[in-house]
């Protein structure tokens, strides 16, 4: 007895998609009507016996561990196979399906489509969370047909063209002979039942366009391109089928005061330069209230102050941010005569000699240094 694997032409492991494959091949090329030499007629009946063994999972079980089929002929003499697996696969293999028994017609219910908004909302909402009240225009499920897409007291008739089946045959010629093929019905489009009294409110669909409000809740710690997704809140399937799922986008608007870099906030603080030199106490006005800080004597323009978990809330984990003060030290514009004198008198007490309105070049600062550079050039 040969090996059925050998004769289809595939690994023991192989899976059954890949010895179906190998059927279909080796019978395009055996079958008696397109091969009539007696050698190809044997082999054929040698495949299609290989193929009715192996293309059963309980016989491929008892193949693989007796080396044999149980009882079954193992002389391939039966032709075509009594499982009833031949003549269906073969017209499958030369004509892509169509034959054997038909399915069931398909449902007319459909699962709705997904749907996807955008929703802005500001930096605060998105420190802390919030819940926002959004309007959807999507398909909602008919409330005079309840989906059944027929007027109130009507229902579905069974198609009188093909029978309930969705499907109609015709016959055509082949290298079988005349064979039976199959397509969707042109009066059902292949539902299987037309409705001779669809809704007046919905033209039988089973759903009408409508708004509709919702309240979601956005979490803290989003950001701009977030997406929020609500199973089962987007557009009502046809002929009563489920809702698809709504996607909600987070757009976060720019804040006038602070700058959002990941989960730290960003804030810029000016204070004069007399305040900074002599240092102060400020009110700085925050998401979570007044903070008070200290500005210590001497604080330099650029210096940063952090006030820590007082950032943006981490979406995945717990905790804040933080909140990074950066200072900015104002030097005074258009001073009278009383406070430039009073200026004057400070640089004085500071060593700071001014000659027609120029530092001078003694003393070993930054600006001495420079000068003293630019004057070797």
């Known amino acids: 007895m040969s090996n059925h694997y050998e004769v289809l032409g595939v690994a023991q492991g192989a899976t059954g998609e890949e010895i179906k494959k190998a059927y279909r091949r080796l019978a395009r090329k055996l079958h008696p009507d397109v091969n009539p030499g007696p050698d190809a007629s044997e082999e054929f009946k040698r495949v299609s016996h290989a193929y009715e063994v192996l293309s059963d999972p309980q016989k491929r079980r008892v193949y693989d561990t007796t080396g044999n089929e149980n009882g079954t002929d193992s002389g391939y003499g039966g032709g075509y196979s009594g499982s009833g697996f031949a003549f269906q696969d073969i017209f499958e293999t030369f004509f892509g399906g169509g034959g054997g028994q038909q399915a069931g017609a398909p449902s007319r219910t459909r699962r709705g489509q997904d749907a996807l908004i955008n929703v802005r909302i500001d930096l605060k909402d998105a420190v802390f969370g919030t819940n926002k009240k959004i309007e959807v225009d999507t398909a909602e499920l008919c409330p005079t047909c309840d989906g059944s897409c027929c007027q109130p007291g009507t229902s579905p008739r ?85 809702q698809g799922d709504l996607y909600v986008e987070i757009r976060v608007a720019t804040d006038s005061t602070f700058l959002r870099d990941g989960d730290d906030l960003h804030v810029t603080l000016s204070v004069p330069m007399t305040a900074a030199a002599l240092g102060t106490t400020v009110h700085l006005d925050t998401y979570d209230g007044d903070q008070e800080l200290d500005i210590k004597p001497g604080t330099q323009p650029g210096e940063i102050l952090t006030l820590r978990g007082l950032g943006v809330t981490h979406l995945r984990s717990q905790g804040r941010g933080d909140l990074r003060v950066h200072l900015n030290v104002e030097t005074p514009r258009n001073v009278d005569p009383q406070q430039e004198e009073l200026l004057r008198k400070l640089a004085e007490l500071r060593n700071e000699e001014y000659t027609d309105g120029q530092l001078a070049s003694s003393g070993s600062g930054v600006f001495a240094r420079l000068r003293e550079r630019l004057g070797n050039r």
């Open 158 to 242: 069974t198609c009188d063209i093909c029978g309930g089946s969705g499907q109609v045959q015709r016959a055509v010629r082949s290298i079988l002979g005349q064979v039976m093929t199959s397509a969707p019905c042109g009066t059902c489009q292949g539902f299987g039942t037309v409705i001779p009294s669809p809704c007046h409110e919905c033209s039988g669909e089973g759903r009408v366009r409508a708004r509709r409000t919702l309240t979601i809740k956005v979490p803290a710690g989003v950001s701009t391109g977030t997406r929020i997704q609500l199973a089962g809140q987007g557009e009502a399937g046809t002929a009563g089928g489920p």
